[in-house]
């Protein structure tokens, strides 16, 4: 009998929640081309770093993609994405969470319409004796 996981609530969890209040259809993959209002979540990238001998400092990043027809519309779709998601994730009480911000968003022209990249992080602590005493 097949197991299944079950999906943990992080950060990119809420961020997708949140995208969904504001009536956004979310996929896992990136695509040539998304509708309006539809876009992808994925972690884009991980950081380690040494903090002291027992754990690391791991930084990971989200990208929300999507895209828009006019360039001037930018400000005023990032905006509502920003403060939304912003809020759900800081008030979740889930792990991690508290250290979530938005670095930023880049726009790069793809024929007649721009791919729109927001980028988010959030800090966590790994220790790397978890689990090994227990062999």
């Known amino acids: ?26 996929n896992d993959q990136i695509q040539e081309h998304f509708d309006t209002r539809e876009c992808a979540v994925i972690y884009s990238n991980i950081e380690s ?11 990971n990043y989200i990208s929300i993609l999507f895209d828009i027809d006019n360039n001037n519309d930018l400000p005023y779709v990032v905006e509502p994405i920003l403060r ?7 008030t979740s009480g889930a792990p991690h969470c508290d250290s979530f911000v ?3 968003a880049h726009s790069t022209q793809i024929g007649n319409s ?20 227990e062999f």
């Open 84 to 90: 939304t998601i912003t809020n759900k994730v800081m």
């Open 114 to 133: 721009f791919r729109i990249e927001m980028i988010a992080r959030y800090y966590q602590e790994i220790g790397i004796l978890n689990g090994i005493d």
């Open 49 to 59: 770093e040494i903090e002291t001998n027992l754990s690391y400092k791991q930084i």
């Open 102 to 104: 938005f670095t930023g």
């Open 1 to 26: 009998m097949p197991t299944y996981k079950i999906r943990n609530k992080d950060c990119k969890y809420y961020v997708e929640s949140s995208l969904k209040e504001i009536g956004w259809k979310i």
